[in-house]
């Protein structure tokens, strides 16, 4: 018995449902994927935050003070959080690099994430304090590595302070670019109060705060302003 070939409508038929099929599955499995990204990159992010945590255990309850983002050298990357909490958490563990993450220039700093108190630290704000303070000790009365450290340790205790104000509003550790499509904002942060949740790019979260009275310290007579 011959068996019935398919006629040109019916395999025109079947090819309008294979591409229709296919239009749902392809843009189902690329938002699948990305969910997976954005699922993977917060998780990155909490453990990171476990070892910025255990840091401050032993420091004061302080916040590290370190480049914002590693530097890239010869050798590899040098300075910024990773290596600063590398006996925390090793310098090259995944948990420092989003899934989402496929830029060359930004792989080999060694981390995807911006540590968000290491460049707000440079806020004038924040500077004029420092150098008041630095301005305090008699000229020749410390070397240079020791006036570095008295600069670190009050810039941490500056951003701290800020920071545990602000717990809720500045992310601690951040996507240092867009790599999460969708609504809003496309990066993660993760906060002081340990919380992990998108970051806003076009306010409060990435961008560093304008103007004196946001950040702590100061002179008495800015209070007022």
Request: proline share 8%; hydrophobic share 40%; glycine share 8%.
């Amino acid at each position: 018995m011959r068996r019935r070939a398919f006629t040109l409508v019916e395999l025109l038929v079947s090819i309008a449902i294979i591409g229709i099929l296919v239009g749902i599955i392809v843009p189902s499995a690329g938002m699948i994927r990305r969910e997976s990204q954005n699922v993977k990159c917060m998780s990155n992010l909490r453990q990171d935050f476990v070892a910025i945590e255990a840091f401050r255990k032993v420091n004061q309850d302080r916040l590290p003070m370190c480049e914002f983002i590693p530097v890239v050298t010869d050798a590899g990357p040098s300075g910024g959080l990773p290596n600063l909490l590398k006996g925390y958490l090793p310098a090259n563990s995944e948990t420092w690099l989003c899934p989402a993450d496929v830029v060359q220039d930004s792989l080999e700093t060694g981390t995807s994430y911006m540590y968000l108190p290491g460049l707000l630290r440079y806020s004038p704000a924040v500077q004029v304090d420092v150098v008041t303070l630095l301005l305090t000790f008699q000229p020749g009365s410390m070397t240079p590595a020791q006036l570095a450290r008295q600069k670190s340790d009050a810039e941490a205790r500056i951003m701290t302070t800020f920071y545990e104000r602000e717990a809720q509003t500045y992310p601690v550790l951040v996507d240092s670019a867009d790599r999460h499509p969708r609504n809003g904002s496309m990066r993660n942060g993760i906060f002081l109060d340990g919380g992990v949740r998108a970051a806003d790019q076009n306010g409060q979260g990435i961008t560093a705060p304008s103007g004196r009275p946001e950040l702590p310290g100061g002179p008495p007579n800015q209070e007022g302003e």
